[in-house]
């Protein structure tokens, strides 16, 4: 009787993908970003990609730091503009695997405008967007998808500007793959990703990440592990959750795949109409140079 | 294949429905309902309170479940009487324990009265995720190794009902708790025609009629069941067990890359993990860790890889 | 297909194209093959253009959502390995500045068009103007070397549209090709030179084992070599200071080492860098020194005035930035009076005062929108040439 334990993390050491020269690296202790980077190198190890193939482009901010962790081609580009470099690189190099890592406030409220056309246009990229819900970077001030009446050191008063539903804005952009996890439920998170890598055109990819040390601090949400445990606690499935009538709060997100559609991928469609382009001309060349032209 | 098993105590007389004997002693009558994420414990546990409820009983339902979406556990405290104080079911005070998912059913059975507990528990086997009952090296082996004979030797009465493949071929796989809802209505003398009502109340208006019809069979199956005299176990529903596990759980920890964070202490599920006198992660009862690899997945930090490996069969050459 | 849509055959066609066309081919011819752009007059026709070309030769064009985008689509088709451009004016080269800098301090190859048009803010749009030399060289924030060409024809639009490639190319870096909307939207007779197809320039690749690359190496000449992802070199590129290896850093010594040599990296290639145009300086009393569209009327007006008598010469820096120094120095050599014609309130005028330090340096300016004119100049030219006469 053959006795195999079914345990995908057991082949895959997070280390292989790893600079590990440039480890430790330079998180806060306990912050959620490192567990989204193990579940986006776990994915990329399911999909057995190549790491000379994957291009990784991030902003600025805490996520944005992530790609120098990692053994791939690696770009960290300027604040909020990861997607439209990730557009270039993509377009040019449809060989590559891009994927962008970014904030919340890098990807919505910086760069919200690439976010929304880069969902329009559906070129097959991953975007991963690590949601604090804070700028942890500059040090903790109030973002796009700050809670209402949360603490940031711009609200001492309580955040009272509305948050945005970075998915429903994805969807609503014309994402054709959009979703959302927690950092908590890692092989779930690395399934989604998996899903988002594997998506034939623009994935957009949540993740419900913890600021521990200042975030968390401020709105004395305990430790690292209680912020961690929090996730479980306070978050629904969406099979619950009617996504049109319930008002967004970040305490009741709906996660898993959100939305998913079939468009036509645009570097694809790009290159086809050029080929096509290219052929007629060449016709039409041959039939020139057929009457003697020289 | 797992054709209904009966149970061990043929005979169930009147005067042993809970109900009644629980009424006489004006002690709470106890529910236990368990499962996973996603199976309808609640919806049982609703169903059962609102009945109580329109009978004159007080009612104490407590749940959990915001904690368990998906596959992590879901039970749900039902207590009703005359008068009932506390919300909870303290350990070995259930009367009843309804489990929706074979491996939370056995979780739970410590909660059952010793003697005169009633165990009624769907075959459905799901594997549950990362930090469940399964947890010792060569973990999903160990899973539900007990049989339903094995189980009925510690509990009074016990039914093992393949509630989900019964609810399938009534053609909706979700009515497996009302299934179960069917046998259930068996143990307690609340009549038929209420359940009946009360469970209209909770399921989706589309599904009224399979619910019914999956909750009448619940109870046919009971009544054959008491009728019936035990068969043999089916195996096919289980894992294969080997002898003994052949893995040996080691934990490799970089140092210099733990920051202290207390993420993987306070997570894993044995709390073997401690923080040293320099605040860095050890080992500390390598005996309890399952290798669930919990602190692997969880620390952001990467400091913790988790290995399981193989141990040499027993007698093999070193 | 558009018939104008045409690539030339090197050094054959003699054909009539505006300034912003001559661009488009001039890029295609260079080996550009990403153009990532935003609508702006006067130099929406570039991306037109090349929306047409770039297919046809296996490019590709998106227009982007911003300028923004644009310029960051382009840094990241080079970053790619593919010749990528993009065009605008003067309020699209505003908002590309921060990721202008981020090409240079990471030293990705681009070429960049800025169609000068009258400012500040949206100014006039359809108006020449000479008004963003100092922004093509400092807009950005923070210490970074830039190579900026002026042409002053379409033709040499052209030739330096391909220069501008081979020396982004040579020297990792952005270079800005910077003319105004006369030129850019005049409509000339162009006999297209032979660019040498196959001699275009290559950035240096990485070659040799992983472990011996460093992405940032200062090398012999100055000039890193480059990784192309998918070459298994699998590096790391950041905007943030970094070290040789690619890596942030801000160990003073690394910090000055790197940085220096960026600065610097320019220098010891200026041979191959400046390039300008000395027009009768040999024995000129007065020198003008102008770019694209008032160069164009200097030379006219130094015919009237050599007709007169009055010896001018003309100093037209091709090369920017950096400014040929050395070369303005010698042209200037006979010189008594400087005189600098622009279409702003004095830019070009404070460098050239910095170069030619004791020398009379005078300005011409004009920023109502239309060009100082041949007249204008020689008028000037030759009062400045009777005021200084000893
Ligand atoms: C143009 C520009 N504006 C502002 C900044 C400063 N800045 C750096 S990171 C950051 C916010 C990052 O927040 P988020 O994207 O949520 O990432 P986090 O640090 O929370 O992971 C800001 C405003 C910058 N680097 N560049
Ligand atoms: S500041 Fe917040 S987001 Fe940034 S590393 Fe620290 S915990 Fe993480
Ligand atoms: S989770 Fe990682 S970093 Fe945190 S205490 Fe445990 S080993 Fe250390
Ligand atoms: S130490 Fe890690 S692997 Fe062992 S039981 Fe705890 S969480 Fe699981
Ligand atoms: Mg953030």
Redesign the interface.
Known sequence: ?S?T???S??EF???DY??KE????F?????????AL?ALLWAVHELGMD???L?V?SGIGCAGRL??YI????????HG?PL??????????P??HVVVITGDGDCLAIGG??LI?ACRRNLKLTCLMLNNEVYGMTGGQVSPTTSETRLTTTTPLGNSEPNFDACALAAAAGASFVGREVT?H??KLKELIRAGLAHPGFAFVEVLSDC?EIFGRKNELG????M??RQ??????S??RDTVNTPFRSNDLPTGVLSKRDRPEYGAA?RK??AA??A??AAKDGARTGKGEF | MSRPNASNSSAVSEELRPTAAAAKAREPMNVLIVGVGGQGVIMVSKALASLAQSKGFEVKQSEVHGMAKRGGTVFSHVRFGPQVWSPTIPKGEADILVALEWAEGLRWLAYLKPDSGIFICDTKRIVPPFACLNRRPGAPLRYSRETPAEVREHVAQAYAIDATRMAEELGNERAANVVLIGALSTALDFPAEDWEKSLAQFVPKKTIAVNLDAFRLGRSWIAEARTRVIEAEAPATRIPVPAESPYSVRLEITQEWCKSCDICVKLCPERCLRLNAERIVELAQPDKCTGCRLCELLCPDFAIRVHLDRVAARGAPA | MNAVDKLPAPGAALRLVSGNHACALGAVAAGCRFFAGYPITPSSEIAERLSRLLPQVGGVFVQMEDEIASIAAVIGASMGGVKALTATSGPGFSLKQENIGYAAGAEVPCVIVNVMRGGPSTGMPTRPSQSDIMQTRWGSHGDYPMIVLAPASVREIYTETVRAFDLAETFRTPVVLLYDQVIAQLTETVEFPDIGDDARAERKWASGPREAYQPYAANEDGIPAMSRPGGGYRVHTTGLTHSESGFPTQNPEAVARNLGRLLTKFERHRDVIDSWQALDCDDADVLIVAIGISARAATRALATARAKGVRLGLFRPVTLWPFPETALRAAAKTARAVLVPEMNAGQLELEVQRILGGKRVYAMHRYDGEPITPADIAARAQALAQETAI
């Open positions: 009787m006795s334990i079914v345990d993390a057991a050491d997070v280390r790893l600079r440039m480890m430790p690296h998180l806060c202790p306990g912050c959620g970003h490192g567990i193990r790491k000379d193939k291009a482009v790609s120098a053994d791939a081609n690696t770009f960290h580009v300027t503009r439209a470099y990730a557009t270039g690189l993509a377009l040019a190099r060989d590559l405008n690439h056309h908590h890692v092989p521990t430790s690292s592990a209680e961690v445990l479980k606690s306070e978050l629904r499935p099979a619950y790009y109409a050029a382009q290219r007629d001309a």
